[in-house]
């Protein structure tokens, strides 16, 4: 069995640098640790907590039963053209550059997210115009109540806009994801600002490292670092809703874009709604509503999950109050027990 810590501070395990403990903690480096720990947990009948780098996490003040870190390494390519599996502790933009460096593509839009490739399919990440459910082929996970090994295959997993099956339920713990990428570059660039972009760094055409170079290039002018600033990147997801109340939106805001859906409906801008609501500059205690972007909550201080869950709930009190919609928060509340 590996070593449990007592008591140990999470502060450095989330990106927002929140004040955390761990009633337990241990570092998961395999799949035999793994099944050590499910096992472990079942028999003393304690809770199982997990974490990756803590990007996209919001912890509590204190985590009872036992929180693991997941640092199952590695990557691997074959046995068939594009295909590569990867342990769930890899960082999510090494593997992109590592992708791009074998000469596959497909992931470049998705250059500079923060967190393990274990996260990836947990909230289904994007960006520019690319889902990891563009190219997700499978994973491997334990079922920690039975200790059995499951293969997910795509179907399975239930994407959805940044959601899952695995977004609100801590029954699985992924070890691996298996993707499927090209091996032609077929760039995706009809995102608002990437050919912009691309234009005013004067590449006429871009190829995978390029596209990644740029997508980096947006993302850093727009989201703070939060080995500088703490923070969980976007903190709301935009809404999706009817035409008939984006017409009806379209009245107070007039520059509001939207994404036109498969489904009929539209995604609107919750950065838009916010920033027309004079949102940049809310505090709460430690926490702030970025200046730069409407979007992200930057920690200042000692922050604690109450003050977040404060100044989100403000937030999303505004919005309602004066759009009508309720604003879905992206980053995940972990429960203390």
């Known amino acids: ?23 337990n903690f241990c570092c998961i480096t395999n799949e035999a640790e793994l099944e050590r720990v499910c096992d472990f947990v079942q028999k003393k009948s304690l809770r199982l907590n997990i974490i990756g780098t803590g990007s996209n996490v919001i912890l509590p003040e204190t985590l009872s039963g036992l929180t693991i870190k997941i640092d199952i390494r590695g990557i691997r390519y074959g046995p068939t053209e594009g295909m590569v599996s990867i342990g769930a502790g890899e960082n999510w933009h090494g593997l992109v550059l590592d992708t791009i460096n074998h000469n596959f593509s497909g992931l470049e839009n998705l250059s500079l997210i923060p967190g393990t490739v274990g996260a990836a399919p947990i909230q289904n990440i994007g960006a520019y115009g690319v889902e990891l459910s563009d190219f997700f082929l499978s994973l491997r996970a334990i079922d920690v109540s039975t200790g059995d090994w499951i293969n997910f295959a795509k179907s399975d997993c239930k994407f959805g806009y940044r959601d899952s099956i695995f977004r609100n339920s801590s029954r699985y713990v992924i070890s691996s994801v298996t993707l499927k990428l090209h091996s032609e570059f077929n760039p995706i660039l009809n995102y608002p600002g990437v050919k912009e972009a691309l234009e005013f760094n004067n590449i ?6 390029d596209l990644s170079n740029i997508i980096s290039k947006i993302r850093e002018s727009k989201l703070p670092n939060p080995k500088r600033l703490p923070n969980v990147g976007s903190f709301f997801k935009n809404p999706i809703i009817s035409r008939d109340k984006y017409r009806e939106l379209k009245r107070d805001f007039d520059n509001l874009p939207c994404w036109e859906q498969p489904d009929g409906m539209v995604k609107i801008s919750a950065a838009n709604i916010l920033d027309s609501l004079g949102c940049k500059g809310y505090s709460e205690g430690a926490l702030e509503v970025s200046k730069s972007h409407s979007l992200v909550i930057v920690n200042h201080g000692k922050a604690v999950e109450q003050d977040v869950r404060n100044l989100v709930g403000k937030l999303k ?9 309720q604003l879905i928060v992206e980053p995940i509340f972990i429960k203390s027990h």
């Open 204 to 209: 006429q055409s871009p190829n995978a490292q």
């Open 1 to 23: 069995m590996n070593k449990i810590f007592p008591n140990y501070e999470l502060r450095e395990f989330n990106t927002l640098k929140l004040n955390s403990r761990a009633e």
């Open 317 to 325: 009190a505004l919005v309602y109050e004066r759009c009508g919609i």
